[in-house]
C-alpha cells in the first residue's frame, strides 16, 4: 500500500450532466468525490485532480492537483497531472463517480501487473473496459505527455499503446456502480445506495 497513491479525477467538464462539477455533485448527502475518498482502504496516498472549484476540494483534506493545461484535454491530461504529482513508484487511478468499486480492486490490479510484468493494468466487467479504473506505473508519465502533444485524448487508445491489459471483475456482486454520465444514472445510483445495494 505504500507503494501506492490513489489519484480521484474530477477535473471534467461534466457536459453530458449539464456542465456541473461532477465531483461535487451531492448523493444521499455526501458529494461523489467524498464517496470515493471514503470508500478507500487505509494506507494509500490520495490526492484529488480538479480544474474548478479548487478550495472545495482542498476543504477535503486532500492535495489536489490540476491539469498541465488550461483548456480540458479530457481524462488523460487528469492522469498526467496524477502521474506528475504521485511521488510513488504506483498510480491507481479513479473516477470520482466511480460510487461503489469492488473491494478488492486495488490488490487484484497490483497482482495481475506484477505477475504479468506490466506498467498498465484496468478493470473490465461484462467486456466493458472501465479504463479510468486503472493502475499505473509512474514511468508512464513521459511517454503520456508526449502522446497527449500529439492530439491524443481517447484513453483506450493510449492503454493499446502501452500494452495495458484489462482485469476481469464481471464475478463482484452486486455489480459495482463504475461510473454516472447522466441524470438518470445518478438517481439510480441514489436509489441503489439508500437500498444498501
Same mark, same amino acid.
Given at each position: 500500500?505504500?507503494n501506492?497513491?490513489?489519484?480521484i479525477?474530477?477535473?471534467g =467538464?461534466g457536459?453530458?450532466?449539464?456542465?456541473v462539477?461532477?465531483?461535487?455533485?451531492p448523493?444521499?448527502?455526501?458529494?461523489l468525490?467524498?464517496?470515493?475518498?471514503?470508500?478507500?482502504?487505509?494506507?494509500?496516498?490520495?490526492?484529488?485532480?480538479?480544474?474548478?472549484?479548487?478550495?472545495?476540494? =482542498?476543504?477535503?483534506?486532500?492535495?489536489?492537483?490540476?491539469?498541465p493545461?488550461?483548456?480540458?484535454?479530457?481524462?488523460?491530461?487528469?492522469i498526467?497531472?496524477?502521474?506528475?504529482?504521485?511521488?510513488?513508484?504506483?498510480?491507481?487511478?479513479?473516477?470520482?463517480?466511480?460510487?461503489?468499486l #469492488?473491494?478488492d480492486?486495488l490488490?487484484?490490479?497490483?497482482?495481475?501487473?506484477?505477475?504479468?510484468?506490466l506498467?498498465a493494468?484496468?478493470?473490465?466487467?461484462?467486456? =466493458?473496459?472501465?479504463?479510468?479504473?486503472?493502475?499505473?506505473?509512474?514511468?508512464?508519465?513521459?511517454?503520456?505527455?508526449?502522446?497527449?502533444?500529439?492530439?491524443?485524448?481517447? #484513453?483506450?487508445?493510449?492503454?493499446?499503446?502501452?500494452g495495458a491489459r #484489462?482485469v476481469?471483475?464481471?464475478d463482484? =456482486?452486486?455489480?459495482?456502480?463504475?461510473?454516472?454520465?447522466?441524470?438518470?444514472?445518478?438517481?439510480?445510483?441514489?436509489?441503489?445506495?439508500?437500498?444498501?445495494?
Amino acid at each position: 500500500m505504500e507503494n501506492v497513491t490513489v489519484a480521484i479525477l474530477a477535473g471534467g =467538464q461534466g457536459r453530458r450532466l449539464g456542465g456541473v462539477d461532477k465531483g461535487l455533485i451531492p448523493v444521499l448527502g455526501r458529494s461523489l468525490v467524498e464517496r470515493v475518498l471514503q470508500a478507500l482502504p487505509d494506507g494509500p496516498a490520495r490526492l484529488i485532480v480538479a480544474n474548478r472549484n479548487l478550495r472545495a476540494y =482542498q476543504a477535503l483534506g486532500v492535495p489536489v492537483a490540476s491539469d498541465p493545461w488550461p483548456d480540458f484535454r479530457g481524462p488523460l491530461a487528469g492522469i498526467l497531472a496524477a502521474l506528475r504529482t504521485a511521488s510513488t513508484p504506483w498510480v491507481l487511478i479513479l473516477p470520482c463517480d466511480a460510487v461503489t468499486l #469492488p473491494d478488492d480492486l486495488l490488490p487484484r490490479l497490483m497482482i495481475q501487473a506484477k505477475l504479468q510484468g506490466l506498467r498498465a493494468v484496468y478493470a473490465e466487467a461484462h467486456g =466493458q473496459g472501465q479504463y479510468l479504473c486503472c493502475l499505473l506505473n509512474r514511468d508512464l508519465e513521459s511517454g503520456l505527455a508526449e502522446a497527449l502533444e500529439h492530439g491524443e485524448r481517447a #484513453p483506450r487508445r493510449w492503454f493499446a499503446t502501452i500494452g495495458a491489459r #484489462p482485469v476481469d471483475f464481471s464475478d463482484v =456482486q452486486p455489480e459495482p456502480l463504475w461510473s454516472l454520465n447522466n441524470p438518470a444514472e445518478v438517481a439510480d445510483a441514489c436509489a441503489r445506495l439508500s437500498r444498501g445495494d
